[in-house]
Structures are given as C-alpha cells and as structure tokens.
C-alpha cells in the first residue's frame, strides 16, 4: 500500500490557546508578537532607542507621532532602519 | 642708543605681522553670498557626506572643520543583530541640516520608498535623490533619476539629485521642479577630480537652480576649480574620509572652496594664448639702457632738439611693446 500524506486537517496544529498571537516580519524575519502590541514596547524589546530609528510598516514610512500610535497585527511586514554615515 | 629698525625690518617683525588670513575675511563665509536652496539660505557652499569616516569622533571634527552646514547621510536596515550600535547622528554636530540620500536605490520606486523613510528620520523633506544601478561605476540612472524626481516633487519634496554631467538632463531635472542639480565630477569616491569640466561650465551657464558638484574630487584644488567655473556649491565626502588627517583636509577644502567662489565672484581674466607672455611688470625704465636715446642730456647739446624728438617716441615705442 502507498504511503500517503495525511489530510492537513489531521495534522493541523490545535490553535494556541491563551493570548492572541501574530505573525509579523520584522527586516525579513517572521516573529511571534502578542497580537495588538504597541509598535514602542516591540522596538524596546529590540533594544531601539525611540527616535534613533524609522520605521516603515507595510510599506509607509512612520513619523515618530505615528509609530506611537500603532499597534501590531498578524501579517504586518515592518522594516526598521536607521541613518547611517553615507555621502 | 636704540636702533631702529629699517622699514623693512619693521613690516617683518612679529609685532608687526601682516595681517594675513584672520584679518582678510577669506576664512568667513563670503559676505552676503549665500548659498539658497529652496529659499533657505546656507552659509556655506561645502556639503560633507559622513560616510568612510574611520570613527565617528574623527567624522564629527572634520564636519566641524570644514564648516559644512549640510551633511549626508544614508538610511539601511538595521541590523537587529547589534542594535546596540553607536548612532552617527549623535555625532552630527547641532545644527547641521541632515540631507538623506536614497543610496543603494536601483530604480524611482527605491528612491522614493528611501527618501520617505529619510524624510520620517529627519523630519525634513530635504532628500538627495541617488538612483545608481551600475554596481561598478555607481553611474546615477538619468532615466529614473527624472522619474524619481517628478514622483517625489509631487509628494512634496525638496530634491537635490546626483546626475550625469549632461546640461540636457540637467534641464530636465530642473523642469521636474529639483531645486537643485548635483552633476559629478568623476565617478563616486574616484578622487579623479573635475574630468567633466566641460559639461559642468554648460550646465552652470544654463541652470536657474543651484548647480553643486557631486562626486569625484580629490583634492581642495578640485574644489577650488568647481567653484572658479561657476558651481554653487560642492559636495565632498571621500577625499576628506580617507585622507590621513580629515580633520586638517576639511579645512582645506572648506578654503579652497571659498576661495573658488571668491575667484569667480571676482571675475576672470581668462587666459591668454600659449604662445606669448604678458608682462605684468613695466616694459619701460631697463637699467642699462642708452640714457641718449630716451633723454636729451648736457653732454649732447647739438642733437637736444633730435633727442628731445627720440625722448617722445621712446615712451609710445615702449608702449608698442607691451601693446604687442
């Protein structure tokens, strides 16, 4: 008899119990978040000063003003860049 | 009995210098000669980049030597890795206006994407647009390079784009509404100086918006030439970066590009041919010249009146001589 895959129904994952989760890219790298976080408490936990950096959140680019007021969703792509020395 | 010192003695003694430099105002910006960038006015016409700088102490302290009021810098990702990573804008000095470039851009939409980014960095929308695809030569793109420009002119930017030293292209980008245009001198970081001298005296002699060397020059002389054809501005970053001592060669291009403008403002002569001198120094009065055939004297009374005719001719021969 041929092996064959099982359903994905048979091995889907039981969904996370608990806090909601989401699944945002952060410079290309996929990483768990607390669904609805601040943008602020994310860069502290990256160890980014406020304001030493920008943030561009599914494609535009944040003031300050606006990067305070965001909060995390599954699927939010973010780059997070910073100046630096260049002519 | 004290001795006084000759004339001489006394204009050369160290109480009785010269004034030199300090007091000739050629160290200070030129006197109501400002550089305007979309109605903002500068003080000085040297932009610095801070890239290559080998720490960011000795960058600060070149930009503070060279007098720049504008300074690059690029935008990239972090690196989340080393978040911790020393800050280059805390080594800007206050008071300098920030020019983010769109560096690392291979098309518009890059440079727009970046220039967004450096405008929510800076809080300015002062953005040195760089579209440069050729990895090899860093050659800026004149076909996206337009395209970038009208996009981010629409979204409401101050734009000062590096360009190829072409007068066409130049006019065009000042059509698109840049407030300035930023030809190279020579491919980016070369130190090979004004190779495009030529083009770089068409585009000025065309241009409504400030034209501002970018790219290429070497030495402050380089500077010196920019600034003599006419740029308004200069904008330098590896020559300083890279010279063993940045700190003392921002200061010289901060001078030399002074005394470029200075040189221009104060009107050329141009040159003269290759083959003749002129003399600066008066073709009249040799020593050792025959006294009778310029002046009538005592001892040649009988030819006074002949002489006196030679005496009114010599001054207009002597003239002929410079004239010619």
């Known amino acids: ?87 | 009995m004290s001795q006084v010192p000759s004339d001489r003695a006394r204009r050369t003694s160290e109480s009785s210098r010269p004034p030199g430099l300090a007091a000739t105002g050629a160290v200070e910006p030129v006197e109501s000669d400002e550089l305007v960038i979309a109605a903002r006015p500068y003080g000085s016409r040297l932009l610095v980049g801070t890239g290559k700088f080998a720490a960011h102490e000795v960058m600060r302290d070149s930009l503070l030597a060279s007098g720049a009021e504008i300074v690059t810098v690029a935008l990239r990702r972090v690196d989340l890795a080393r978040a911790g990573a020393g800050d280059v804008l805390d080594f800007v000095p206050p008071g300098m206006t920030l020019l983010p470039n769109t560096s690392g851009a291979t098309d518009a939409a890059q440079a727009l994407r970046l220039a967004r980014l450096g405008r929510a960095a800076t809080g300015t929308g002062l953005v040195k647009l760089e579209v440069t695809p050729d990895p090899r030569t860093l050659a800026p793109d004149p076909i996206e390079t337009l395209r970038a420009a009208e996009l981010m002119v629409a979204d409401g930017f101050t734009v000062l784009p590096y360009c190829s030293a072409d007068p066409v292209l130049a006019r065009r980008l000042e059509e698109a509404g840049c407030a300035t245009v930023m030809p190279l001198g020579s491919w980016i970081g070369s130190n090979r100086g004004l190779r495009t001298r030529d083009a770089i005296e068409a585009i000025v002699a065309g241009a409504g918006v400030p034209v501002i060397v970018d790219a290429g020059l070497g030495v402050p002389s380089d500077a010196a030439e920019a600034m003599e054809i006419g740029a308004a501005a200069v904008l330098v970053n590896t020559a300083i970066a890279v010279a063993a001592d940045p700190v003392r060669m921002a200061r010289a291009f901060a001078l030399a590009t002074i005394a470029g403008r200075l040189g221009y403002l104060a009107g050329q002569a141009g040159p003269g041919t290759a083959a003749a001198a002129s003399a600066s120094s008066p073709l009249t009065g040799f020593l050792g010249t025959p006294v009778q055939a310029a002046f009538p004297t005592a001892s040649a009374p009988a030819t006074a009146s002949a002489g006196s005719a030679a005496c009114g001719n010599a001054d207009a021969d002597a003239d002929d001589r410079v004239a010619g």
Not at chain 1, 9 to 27: E, K, L, R, W
Not at chain 1, 30 to 56: I, K, M, T, W
Not at chain 1, 71 to 86: K, M, S
């Open chain 1, 1 to 87: 008899m041929v092996d064959r895959p099982p359903p994905a129904s048979a091995s889907a994952p039981t969904p996370p119990t608990g806090p909601a989760q989401a699944q945002v890219v952060v410079n290309g790298a996929l990483r768990v978040v607390a669904d609805g976080q601040p943008l602020p408490d994310l860069l502290a936990e990256l160890g980014l000063r406020p304001g030493s950096v920008v943030v561009e959140r599914n494609g535009v680019a944040l003031t300050p003003s606006e990067l305070s007021g965001i909060r995390l969703a599954d699927g939010d792509t973010l780059e997070i860049v910073r100046a630096v020395a260049g002519g």
